[in-house]
């Protein structure tokens, strides 16, 4: 068995982290990059556990919340929490693909279409799932529930986002944001 939660990081209390350790030590992930099918494995695992991250979640109407869940050298899970009228506002994800599950109310994304100018989108309620890879563009938003949860992996882990501006021509590069920085202010 391949065992690369050995070493890990959580948000979660020391408990807590162990046995989300335990669950997707069952997945015998391999030490590289993961695919978008072992992405969805891990969302999978780790959001058909409720019990695992449900009293955790703050319902914040101010601020948009995460929980760095789990994290090792290849890939990382977050727990996201959404209000009324919260988004990500348009974003990249620095290079990793993620694979994401809703898991209380709805979810509502636009995302860059294949012509790099268009705008397309899809709803997400409890269980469904979206994927994406690293060249993906989008901006996600709170549709209903109170709050609404998703359970998020990403691989690598992320290091830092683009966010862009969407104008007639197109997808504008906005700025950088590290991961470091984004962590520290919590938007």
């Known amino acids: ?11 979660a209390p020391r408990v807590r982290a162990g046995q989300v350790r335990e669950v997707l030590n069952d997945l015998e992930l391999p030490d590289v990059r993961l695919t978008i099918n072992e992405l969805e494995m891990v969302v999978l695992a780790v959001a058909s556990r409720p019990e695992l ?8 109407e101010t601020n948009r919340w995460w929980l760095q869940f789990f994290k090792t050298d290849n890939f990382e ?5 959404w209000e009324v009228d919260q988004r990500s506002d348009w974003h990249d994800h620095g290079g ?4 994401f599950a809703v898991t209380q109310g709805t979810l509502f994304e636009k995302y860059r279409a294949r012509d790099n100018v268009s705008i397309e989108s899809r709803r997400y309620t409890v269980g469904q799932r979206g994927s994406f890879g690293p060249d993906h563009v989008h901006d996600m938003v709170h549709e209903s529930g109170k709050p609404a ?19 007639a021509y197109g997808f504008i590069a906005e700025k950088y944001v590290s991961e470091e920085d984004r962590s520290g202010s919590r938007v």
């Open 149 to 167: 949860v998703s359970v998020h992996a990403y691989s690598p882990p992320l290091t830092g986002f683009t966010s862009y501006v969407h104008s």
């Open 96 to 99: 990793s693909s993620g694979v």
């Open 53 to 60: 991250f449900e009293d955790l979640v703050i319902d914040d």
């Open 77 to 81: 899970v977050r727990i996201l929490g």
């Open 1 to 11: 068995m391949v065992e690369n939660t050995k070493t890990f990081v959580s948000e």
